[in-house]
T-cell receptor, first 116, second 113 residues
Framework: AQSVTQPDIHITVSEGASLELRCNYS??????LFWYVQSPGQGLQLLLK??????LVQGIKGFEAEFKRSQSSFNLRKPSVHWSDAAEYFC??????????????FGTGTQLKVEL | EPEVTQTPSHQVTQMGQEVILRCVPI?????FYWYRQILGQKVEFLVS????????KSEIFDDQFSVERPDGSNFTLKIRSTKLEDSAMYFC???????????FGPGTRLLVL
């Protein structure tokens, strides 16, 4: 069964500092990997995704993530955090395409706080 | 940019009552999903739907739950007899022909009293 671990429940960074949010997955083959962001009271917005190819993927809002098969990781990074990045970040894995869908398994999320 | 919409944004109901949560997926999408997020917990898969039938469901999705696509645009989740533990944020999502990427709606916050 597929699973996702986000080891950091809360992270606080200063505005302008760099950010790395950790994500480890478990899946038997090459997974589809995603990062979503959820602002308070809002839905889930897709930041970026990895399916295959280049292991460094670029997303919206200046985020990037690197797929490392050897470490079963898909960490999210941003070189300089803005106050508006404060939100909850979810890593998710899909285990490939089943007959009629592609369910996502989410991690428990990392709450990001940005200090001004 | 097309987006998934959900109504209502909030719903309060009494235990034992039926609720219907509505979603309008992105218009050319073929695959539809419901997820829920209990307060403070992670987002959990409930069900996926394709070609007018359920393609996969989780153990959470028991006989109290049902889904329907009553017309060409709406996708609904019905809870027949709500329980206190059904209180959660319910998200609808849809994906296109490639199925890889799911786009989520803003959610419906359900409170069962």
């Amino acid at each position: 069964a597929q699973s996702v671990t986000q080891p950091d429940i809360h992270i606080t960074v200063s505005e302008g500092a760099s950010l790395e949010l950790r994500c480890n997955y478990s899946y038997g083959a090459t997974p589809y990997l995603f990062w979503y962001v959820q602002s308070p009271g809002q839905g889930l917005q897709l930041l970026l995704k990895y399916f295959s190819g280049d292991t460094l993927v670029q997303g919206i809002k200046g985020f990037e993530a690197e797929f490392k098969r050897s470490q079963s990781s898909f960490n999210l990074r941003k070189p300089s955090v803005h106050w508006s990045d404060a939100a909850e970040y979810f890593c998710a894995v899909a285990g490939g395409l089943t007959g009629g869908g592609n369910k996502l398994t989410f991690g428990t999320g990392t709450q990001l706080k940005v200090e001004l | 940019e097309p987006e998934v919409t959900q109504t209502p944004s909030h719903q309060v109901t009494q235990m034992g009552q039926e609720v219907i949560l509505r979603c309008v997926p992105i218009s050319n999408h073929l695959y539809f999903y419901w997820y829920r997020q209990i307060l403070g917990q992670k987002v959990e898969f409930l069900v996926s739907f394709y070609n007018n039938e359920i393609s996969e469901k989780s153990e959470i999705f028991d006989d109290q739950f049902s889904v329907e696509r009553p017309d060409g645009s709406n996708f609904t989740l019905k809870i027949r007899s709500t329980k206190l533990e059904d209180s959660a944020m319910y998200f609808c999502a849809s994906s296109g022909e490639g199925r890889e990427t799911q786009y989520f709606g803003p959610g419906t916050r359900l409170l069962v009293l």
